[in-house]
């Protein structure tokens, strides 16, 4: 049975097997510093714990906050939460009201758990926090080590408490796991050892043996960013060709295929949608990393869920007339 590990008077313990969780102290360094705890008020006047984390998403004027969406929006009650009191370690907390939080449109019509994701918005720029990624291949995760941390509800209030283990299975938008979350972790971080980070790739919602995680998305990802109005139209233009202009034509691109399709070529000035891009991170290593890299995706903009798509297979050298393939892919996997 599928639980959501708010903190809540009947809610069971989520943990499987023994119970193998390690407290955390000091928890002012990072990634410990990155996560959250949180105290929900509902409209109904119901008050729950569940935690919360930092996310690396820089170029935006607020900082996000990612959790489950059951820490957001009560499905049952078919409500935001009227107040979120958001505290991280060493820091005073800071109280966030429903116009500054967000929860998935599949998860407020239909409680869809492969969607239970959040956002809560912060003062300041989300210059600061975990590194993530949305386009991990998934013959990386097979029995991949993961870790979770949050605020458990049967420990101390305020506490931090970290388990770790393997993951057990893993579909399209989800990732199962034997880790030990207890009620109150509900929008804690799922994260791995990756490209030399400690990497988000899932958000702790669901116990029940196994437990689980709805997976970090590229679509995730645009809607967080079009939430903090950091998701805007761009056009690309050649250097060489000042008044030419990247386009592209998706008239026929309803499907993923192998070898894309479409049409991706030039444009003498951008007269129109077709010349218009959204270009937005799939991959971020963490604010603490020394460079940041991030790997991103071009959508168009008049051709949703149409992205330019590159083949550059046997080329291994400058080539001066170039070579390969360009041209769209429907939906963006890596």
Avoid at 149 to 163: F, H, L, Q, R, S
Wanted: with cysteine; net charge neutral.
């Amino acid at each position: 049975m599928e639980l959501p590990a708010v903190q809540g008077s009947s809610l069971p313990e989520s943990v499987c097997g023994k119970d193998e969780r390690v407290q955390v102290d000091p928890m002012t360094s990072s990634p410990y510093k990155w996560i959250c705890s949180l105290l929900i008020e509902s409209a109904n006047g119901g008050i729950s714990r569940g935690s919360g984390f930092k996310i690396h998403l820089p170029d935006v004027d607020r900082t996000a906050v990612v959790t489950s969406g059951h820490c957001t929006y009560m499905y049952e009650e078919r409500a935001y939460a009227t107040k979120i009191t958001v505290t991280f370690p060493g820091q005073r907390p800071v109280n966030v009201g429903a116009n500054d939080i967000y929860a998935s449109p599949e998860y407020i019509n239909t409680g869809d758990r492969d969607h239970g994701y959040g956002l809560i918005l912060l003062p300041g720029t989300s210059d600061d926090g975990f590194g993530w990624s949305a386009i991990i291949p998934d013959e990386k995760l097979n029995n991949r080590m993961v870790t979770n941390c949050g605020y458990p509800c049967d420990k101390p209030a305020g506490t931090m408490w970290i388990t770790g283990g393997v993951i057990a299975s893993h579909i399209a938008n989800r990732i199962y796991y034997m880790n030990d979350p207890m009620g109150g972790q509900s929008g804690s971080p799922f994260y791995t050892w990756y490209g030399d980070y400690w990497t988000v790739l899932a958000i702790h919602s669901y116990g029940g043996c196994h437990n689980f995680a709805p997976r970090f998305t590229r679509e995730m990802i645009s809607r967080f960013l079009k939430r903090m109005n950091g998701l805007k139209k761009k056009t690309l233009r050649s250097v060489g060709f000042p008044d030419v202009y990247l386009r592209c034509d998706g008239t026929r691109v309803t499907q993923w295929e192998e070898a894309g399709g479409g049409t991706v070529n030039c444009q003498y000035k951008p007269p129109s949608l077709w010349e218009s891009f959204y270009i937005y991170p799939v991959e971020m290593a963490p604010s603490l990393a020394l460079q940041t890299t991030y790997k991103v995706v071009i959508e168009s903009a008049h051709f949703r869920q149409v992205f330019i798509r590159m083949d550059s297979q046997g080329m291994k050298q400058c080539m001066d007339p170039g070579g390969g393939e360009v041209n769209c892919q429907f939906t963006a996997n890596a």
